[in-house]
């Protein structure tokens, strides 16, 4: 895991560094020389170089004043500029040292003129918090930042104006985060191999989902449970019975129109985890069975989409006395629901939040996946891409996360390695991909990190 921290936090990282005994100017002076050493790799070389500096008032444009005066030992002719500076001339390189996490304002870049941009510790005119562009950002070819990534950097408007972003060791003490990117290597902890002596039981999740004419969610959350090693996989549409395309290695398992909880309660015991909602439906008798189950049931609950609705603005009456673990997977809209206003421009404390308020862990879909626990820890997934943005892809993943957590996954490790999977997948299938080509690609992914896995324990 990467660690991210806030530029608040980040702050308070800096303070603890300068009152155990590393002075401001050691700090600044390391990274500015980490910013000159990836301007050196970015120009391949010193002879006949040209580079401006675009230094602002405060660390960020020491860091950048510092860099400067290196590569200028080094033979690059390095001009130096205020940020209100219009006209950058002809560059091989800009550094752009403006404001960095420091913007309190609006920023309007400046044109490059074709130059390739180093950002410091964030691109100036994205807020390190939100990554919302304030102004006019500057458009990085890479940024380098220190410690730990910022909110910022993967967040929003940030995504696209970091360009390839480096994280630079200055000899910062940031064990404290509380909020950690995801990458392929933590797959490997979170998600437990299934033992050797394993039998189907040991990791069953009952997928409730589907209604009349919607029968194609049931059937790729089946899959996405399926493909991510569930060993047994019940599949319930209330009403009709399992139709001639339902995966044939899912057991079906016949549920009325209405008061379908009952049969779920009394039919649970086996169950590791319940994925429900997916297609489900909204109506009335629907609604009130979905309820009673998400608060009734003893295992883990993977609530998606329909049952998402069901629970209303208030899920925590349903999830708070829950005896097993909860997940929540909405996408915007939905979250929208369940808080009964706006999202806000931080989305990372909004998860946040409705995670301690439901005590459940949160999955808030998006081009940066956020997955919140109630103890306040968070995970952002990067790895998917647009991609994703088609039709059923969302019930893949309810199935995925449903498999993590019969196989005996940590409920916040679950979600966050399904969507680290799921996002992968995805990615690797590219443009045109459809939800039912995601199972085989996640089966895929997995098997091959399982591999590297033996590989790297041998």
């Not at 049931?218 to 019975?241: E, F, I, M, N, Q």
């Amino acid at each position: 895991m990467i660690p991210i921290l806030t530029p608040d936090e980040m702050a308070a990282v800096d303070a603890a560094a300068v009152a155990g005994g590393t002075s401001l100017g050691t700090l600044i002076d390391r990274a500015g020389r980490a910013v000159a050493l990836e301007a050196l790799q970015m120009l391949g070389g010193t002879y006949g170089r040209r580079v401006t500096v675009v230094a602002g008032p405060g660390n960020n444009g020491a860091d950048g004043r510092v860099a400067a005066k290196v590569l200028s030992q080094r033979g690059v002719v390095v001009r130096v500029v205020e940020p209100d500076c219009t006209e950058l001339g002809v560059n091989d390189l800009v550094i752009d040292a403006a404001f960095g996490t420091g913007l309190r304002d609006e920023y309007f870049a400046p044109s490059v003129n074709g130059a390739a941009v180093l950002a410091v510790d964030i691109a100036s005119g994205i807020d390190g918090t939100t990554g919302a562009q304030r102004g006019i950002a500057v458009q990085a070819t890479r940024t380098i930042t220190f410690g730990a990534l910022k909110p910022g950097l993967v967040l929003g408007d940030g995504i696209g104006a970091s360009g390839e972003v480096k994280v630079a060791e200055i000899g910062l003490d940031v064990s404290a985060a509380t909020s950690h990117l995801a990458t392929d290597e933590d797959i490997r902890w979170w998600v437990p191999e299934r033992k050797s002596n394993a039998h189907k039981w040991n990791s069953a999740t009952w997928i409730i989902a589907g209604s009349r004419g919607l029968t194609g969610a049931a059937r790729l959350a089946a899959l996405g449970a399926l493909r991510s090693s569930a060993g047994y996989v019940r599949l319930s549409t209330p009403g009709p019975g399992a139709g001639p395309e339902d995966p044939i290695e899912a057991i079906g398992f016949a549920l009325p129109v209405e008061f379908w909880d009952r049969d779920v309660l009394y039919a649970q015991d086996r169950m590791s985890s319940i994925v429900i909602g997916p297609g489900l439906g909204r109506d009335d008798a629907t609604k009130a069975s979905v309820r009673t189950v998400v608060a009734g049931a003893d295992c883990a609950v993977v609530v998606d989409a329909d049952a998402l609705w069901a629970l209303g603005d208030r899920p925590q009456r349903f999830t708070a006395g829950r005896r097993g673990p909860t997940v929540l997977t909405p996408h915007d809209g939905e979250f929208i629901q369940l808080i009964g206003g706006d999202i806000g421009a931080d989305r990372v404390a909004a998860v946040r939040n409705l995670a301690v308020q439901t005590t459940a862990v949160v999955l808030l879909k998006g081009p940066t996946t956020i997955v919140a626990a109630p103890d306040g820890r968070t995970r952002l997934i990067t790895s998917g891409s647009r991609a994703l943005a088609s039709a059923g892809t969302g019930d893949v993943l309810a199935g995925m996360i449903g498999a993590f957590l019969a196989r005996g996954a940590d409920p916040f490790e679950a979600a966050a390695a399904a969507a680290h999977v799921h996002g992968r997948a995805g990615a690797e299938l590219g443009d045109g991909l459809i939800a039912s080509d995601l199972p085989r690609a996640i089966r895929w992914w997995l098997t091959r990190t399982a591999t590297e896995s033996l590989e790297a324990r041998s």
